[in-house]
């Protein structure tokens, strides 16, 4: 069996589960907005390479269930011809809707994990007292007190299984549609996001096992470094995707833009807005906080030397 993943094409009911797997798969490796980001900044902040994994299962978990969902949707969509629909879920508005949605998330989240609440507030006697300068003098300790709840990566893996790319361009649009019944329309989908799960399982381990090999740090200090990165990605992360989504939304072409590479992979191929987001909030956002959070922890949470 010659298997292409680049242009697949259904081959059965049997092999199409097998290739929706080995897309899964691929899609958990490649630098993809939808799961990177947000796996890398719940995993880091579980601290652990259990709750690591575990965090990656779950928030894949939510993203299998909405992507079986979606394909039996979409297999009901073009038994009755609901072409409305399925223009709808392939446009820069739905994609763009769903970045935003994905930041907002993103962006409580990371408000939880920093300052112990989900959205932002002042309390307004502190403010007509004139103590506000006082009230907001906290030290660094004071925050990222929370850890990240995993019922949180479940819930942004629901909805970031709505993101709509090549991956989806071909679950829905190739494999779906050809599946005997409707019965078994959903499998494509669950297999993929089964493939996708493996890999997201296994980074998020790789993710927390990271925060435990810092060394000369105390216990604590690793706890504040796993939430001073895990909030700062959602935060700022969050803000960077809810940017993106609404930039979308205003200027559909902004969807268009893309970088083309010779490499017949998805999500290495064409190099767009989703690629840059992945480098922008994992690596830049990633990459400060991490460099923040070393010498705020060097700082004060040292292990005496022998």
Request: no cysteine.
């Amino acid at each position: 069996m010659d298997i292409n993943l680049f242009n697949p094409i259904y081959e059965g009911v049997y092999i199409t589960l097998f290739l929706s797997y080995l897309l899964g798969i691929i899609h958990g490796i490649t630098p993809d907005e939808h799961t990177w980001p947000i796996t890398f900044s719940y995993a880091v902040g579980s601290g652990s390479t259990k709750k690591g994994a575990e965090v990656g299962a779950i928030f894949s978990l939510g993203f299998t269930l909405q992507r079986a969902l979606m394909s039996e949707l979409v297999f009901f969509a073009f038994i009755f011809g609901l072409a409305t629909f399925r223009n709808f879920i392939s446009s820069p508005l739905f994609f763009g809707i769903v970045y935003a949605i994905v930041g907002a998330v993103m962006y409580i989240a990371g408000h939880y994990v920093k300052y112990g609440s989900f959205y932002p507030h002042v309390e307004v006697d502190k403010l007509i007292s004139g103590r506000l300068k006082g009230k907001f003098r906290h030290k660094d300790e004071d925050f990222y007190t929370r850890d990240v709840k995993t019922w949180m990566a479940f819930i942004h893996g629901l909805i970031a299984g709505f993101g709509f790319g090549a991956f989806a361009l071909i679950i829905y649009f190739v494999f779906v549609p050809n599946m005997p019944n409707a019965y078994v329309a959903f499998l494509p989908g669950l297999m993929f996001g089964l493939g996708t799960m493996t890999m997201q399982f296994t980074f998020g381990a790789l993710f927390g096992t990271w925060i435990k090999k810092i060394k000369r740090i105390s216990l604590k200090g690793l706890q504040f470094i796993a939430r001073y990165i895990s909030s700062s990605v959602l935060l700022y992360g969050g803000l960077v995707f809810l940017v993106a989504g609404i930039l979308i939304i205003i200027f559909p072409q902004v969807i268009t833009f893309g970088v083309i590479t010779p490499l017949q992979i998805h999500n290495l191929h064409d190099l767009g807005i989703g690629f840059f987001i992945v480098i922008s909030v994992v690596v830049g956002i990633g990459f400060v906080s991490y460099s923040r959070a070393i010498r705020i922890a060097s700082a004060k949470y040292s292990l005496p030397s022998k």
